[in-house]
């Protein structure tokens, strides 16, 4: 199941180094459908992800001489929308423990049967299981940098993204009976 969209082009196709010639429209232009993709995989939710994206590519455009010279600029950009989106999944729960409320509304992936299945499985999870699986295995980050990203130690990733298989293979078993 999570093959399909293991198979598709790696995340990270930029080049290392873009140098200052090149432009945070340029940079935005090549990077939004992507990094949008890899939020919406990770959030279960496609409004969601479109704004942790706009603050993501936000956070570097007010640092863009500087995020320009770097080494990855695409990993920066990933680092800082997980980073959004662990700020966002930390509000939400001390918002949950305040008040007592509903569960968000999950969105569509598109018509592929395959990508609402992945989505289904995904959506199920809850969000620290979620962004260690998509981290790992679909983004193909080692545990320790996935957990460098999500502030937890590699072997809680691990442990993470093992439970996010069990609890996919688990609901996969229980819908063919």
């Known amino acids: ?12 196709t930029l080049p290392r180094t873009m140098g200052a010639s090149t432009t945070f429209e340029d940079f935005f232009a090549t990077e939004r ?5 890899i939020m919406s995989v990770i959030t279960g939710n496609y409004e969601e992800a479109e704004d942790i994206t706009q603050d993501a590519f936000l956070k570097v455009w007010e640092r863009w001489d500087r995020v320009a010279e770097m080494d990855s600029p695409v990993g ?55 962004a260690a699986l998509v981290l790992t295995e679909v983004l193909g980050y080692s545990a320790e940098e996935a957990g460098r990203l999500l502030g937890v130690r590699g ?20 819908a063919d009976v």
């Open 1 to 12: 199941m999570m093959a399909h969209i293991a198979d598709e082009p790696a995340w990270n």
């Open 155 to 174: 072997s809680t990733v691990r442990a993470l993204a093992f439970q996010a298989k069990r609890t996919i293979k688990e609901a996969e078993g229980s």
């Open 76 to 130: 920066y950009l990933q680092r800082i929308a997980v980073n959004v989106f662990r700020s966002r999944v930390r509000r939400s729960a001390l918002a949950v423990r305040r008040f007592v409320g509903g569960a968000p509304e999950q969105d569509a992936f598109g018509a592929a049967e395959d990508r609402q299945v992945v989505e289904d499985a995904l959506a199920s999870l809850p969000p620290r299981r979620r």
């Open 33 to 37: 459908d992507r990094i949008l993709r």
